[in-house]
């Protein structure tokens, strides 16, 4: 269990002989244009199933809806009305134009109110596992199956998961999830796993193409990804990337644009996949204030011995008097 008093570096933590620079993303919400080609690159590469029939959402134009088993990256079109533009126009922050993609040139001149939408604006991010300095879900696994991995990033090994679903409960961002085949059966050698839906039962997340990672390869996602939204290298340096554009972003006046999972002293000790943000992030769908739910369990368990050791007492103290 992984202690959260600041940084560290979750390869020494595993204890790896070899191991090497932590690799991460860097994905910069400003300039996503929410085309999905990561998406599909995740699936192709590593051959995850369909995620449901993909129809449009009724609220946006999103048709996955949210990380899963299945979905290892998930882009989100958040649609802000009228009453967020005005609200942040009030409080001086100068809002970037995220209106619908388009095809041309960009206008000279960046207004808070898109052109082609006037009542409302984008906000387009891509989604994916964390790879937590502290993994929740790495500490309650019961069979080794989540582990750290030598670059620092968490992997499943599907054919040691034995479908409790601890880590699904354990994981701050609800990123890991046990793929289903409609059933509400976990894996097990009583039924047949269906042969089109591989990994029946087995959790199941983004491993940060642990297989290209061993090549020195750039994940498929980021490979892909056209404007350059996702990038990926080594943590150290994705995390001065992050700050560089934070700055640039703050020095043109945007001062809505914030980091998350850069900080080292949250309640997951930061995280491997860092963020630009142009809102809060509970407008993300992102959890404003992170926590490894096992952070406490020592603290838990100095307290259940206390209060087992008063109840010896106490029964000690009624036998004994009794005696008398």
């Not at 979905?71 to 134009?97: C, K, M, N, P």
């Not at 993609?101 to 939408?117: C, K």
């Not at 992050?242 to 002293?265: C, I, P, S, V, W």
């Amino acid at each position: 269990m992984g202690q959260l008093s600041g940084p560290t570096d979750p390869t020494a933590d595993a204890r790896w002989v070899d191991a090497r620079p932590r690799k991460g993303f860097f994905t910069d919400t400003s300039i996503c244009i929410g085309c999905k080609a990561c998406e599909v690159a995740c699936k192709e590469w590593n051959q995850i199933p369909r995620d449901g029939e993909l129809e449009l959402l009724g609220s946006s134009y999103d048709n996955t809806g949210a990380l899963g088993a299945s979905t290892w990256r998930h882009v989100a079109f958040v649609e802000q009305g009228r009453d967020r533009i005005e609200a942040a126009r009030e409080s001086g922050r100068r809002l970037v134009d995220l209106g619908m993609p388009q095809v041309g040139a960009p206008p000279a001149e960046t207004d808070t109110t898109p052109p082609d939408t006037p009542e409302f604006r984008w906000l387009m991010s891509s989604d994916v596992c964390k790879h937590c300095t502290h993994a929740g879900c790495l500490d309650v696994c019961p069979t080794g199956s989540l582990f750290r991995t030598e670059h620092g990033t968490v992997v499943v090994q599907p054919d040691v998961c034995n479908g409790c679903g601890y880590c699904v409960a354990a994981c701050p961002f609800g990123v890991i999830e046990r793929r289903t085949d409609g059933t509400a059966k976990t894996k097990s050698s009583r039924y047949a796993v269906n042969q089109e839906i591989p990994n029946v039962g087995v959790a199941q997340k983004c491993t940060l193409c642990y297989d290209r990672l061993k090549d020195d390869q750039v994940p498929a996602c980021a490979q892909t990804c056209p404007t350059t939204s996702i990038k990926f290298g080594t943590h150290e340096r994705m995390l001065a990337t992050a700050k560089e554009r934070l700055a640039q972003l703050h020095a043109q006046g945007m001062t809505e644009a914030r980091l998350y999972g850069a900080n080292d002293h949250d309640g997951v000790g930061g995280t491997g996949s860092i963020f630009l943000l142009l809102d809060e992030p509970e407008v993300y769908g992102l959890p404003p204030d992170p926590r490894v739910p096992t952070a406490d369990l020592r603290k838990m368990f100095g307290r259940a011995g206390l209060a087992a050791a008063g109840m010896l007492a106490a029964a000690a103290v009624s036998v004994w008097g009794g005696g008398l």
